[in-house]
């Protein structure tokens, strides 16, 4: 951020999460919704929480590549106009972590 800490001390607020087994979390930037198809059409918020629960149960590779296949096809052959980064993992049952 480029502003100063008075703006995100009015605007951010932390929480606790308490992941369960099989809960993935997904952090992104917003050139993830943003992204837009030649029309200016945005990927938006329901195709990526769909393809988020659609994909949940399956590797943070594999749920990875099925949204930026996803968002591939949406942008067509338009130029890519904002940063994407995407973050992700998933909690394992107690008997299946390392």
């Given at each position: 951020?480029?502003?100063?800490?008075?703006?995100?001390?009015?605007?951010?607020?932390?929480?606790?999460?308490e992941l369960?087994?099989?809960?993935?979390?997904?952090?992104?930037?917003?050139?993830?919704?943003?992204?837009?198809?030649?029309?200016?059409?945005?990927?938006?918020?329901?195709?990526?929480?769909?393809?988020?629960?659609?994909?949940?149960?399956?590797?943070?590779?594999?749920y990875i590549?099925?949204?930026?296949?996803?968002?591939?096809?949406?942008?067509?052959?338009?130029?890519?106009?904002?940063?994407?980064?995407?973050?992700?993992?998933?909690?394992?049952?107690?008997?299946?972590?390392?």
């Amino acid at each position: 951020g480029l502003a100063g800490e008075e703006t995100f001390s009015h605007t951010i607020k932390e929480r606790e999460v308490e992941l369960q087994a099989g809960d993935r979390f997904v952090l992104y930037t917003d050139g993830v919704t943003e992204l837009m198809d030649g029309k200016g059409t945005e990927f938006g918020m329901t195709k990526f929480v769909k393809c988020t629960l659609e994909h949940a149960h399956r590797s943070s590779s594999d749920y990875i590549q099925e949204l930026v296949e996803m968002l591939d096809g949406h942008r067509t052959s338009t130029a890519q106009s904002d940063d994407i980064t995407i973050v992700t993992g998933r909690m394992f049952p107690e008997d299946q972590m390392l």
